[in-house]
């Protein structure tokens, strides 16, 4: 059975950081497409940052420069860096690997 299991998420003040970690079970993080989406209240749930199949990656233009998509193969875990973090970040963040999803961490900016 597989599972994504999502951590990190939190309050934090604008300007700061935060790491999202998914952590899978049943499935090998290094085969296939992964990434991190996020759906904020009231808005369609969007890509974030995407790694291939292929290795490369894609970042929405919105974060660009602030976020970093990573992964542990030995950890088989996922990770999403967040930087300088503004309120219009705050969203509810799934992570995806293949066709499988996890429940979602929220992330919530504000002073």
């Known amino acids: 059975q597989v599972q994504l299991v999502e951590s990190g998420g939190g309050l934090v003040q604008p300007g700061g950081s935060l790491r999202l970690s998914c952590a899978a079970s049943g499935i090998i993080v290094s085969i296939g497409v992964m990434g991190w989406y996020r759906q904020a209240p009231g808005k369609q749930r969007e890509a974030v940052a995407i790694?291939?199949?292929?290795?490369?990656?894609y970042y929405a233009d919105t974060v660009k420069g602030r976020f970093t998509i990573s992964r542990d193969n030995a950890k088989n875990t996922v990770y999403l860096q967040m930087n300088s973090l503004n309120p219009e970040d705050t969203a509810v963040y799934y992570c995806q690997i293949r066709e499988y999803w996890g429940k979602g961490t929220l992330v919530t900016v504000s002073s």
């Open positions: 790694i291939s199949s292929g290795g490369a990656i």
